[in-house]
């Protein structure tokens, strides 16, 4: 695998998986459901598209 995690050296074949499990480490979840009052957040889009068809 091309590209490695600097903290736990997991390794990953595309930039954009190893950016997402960064999120992992710091705790950022940067994807937000759009519903009024719902307020939860995500660090996984495909979380975000799995609670919204709830």
């Known amino acids: 695998?091309?590209?490695h995690c600097s903290i736990c050296q997991?390794?990953?074949s595309r930039p954009s998986s190893?950016?997402?499990h960064m999120y992992?480490?710091?705790?950022?979840?940067?994807?937000?459901?759009?519903?009024?009052?719902?307020?939860?957040?995500?660090s996984v889009v495909s979380n975000l598209?799995?609670?919204a068809k709830i």
Not at 27 to 40: A, L, S, T, V
């Open 1 to 3: 695998k091309k590209y």
């Open 10 to 12: 997991k390794g990953f």
């Open 18 to 20: 190893l950016n997402t």
């Open 24 to 42: 992992s480490h710091t705790g950022e979840k940067p994807f937000k459901c759009p519903h009024e009052g719902c307020g939860r957040h995500f």
């Open 49 to 51: 598209r799995r609670h």
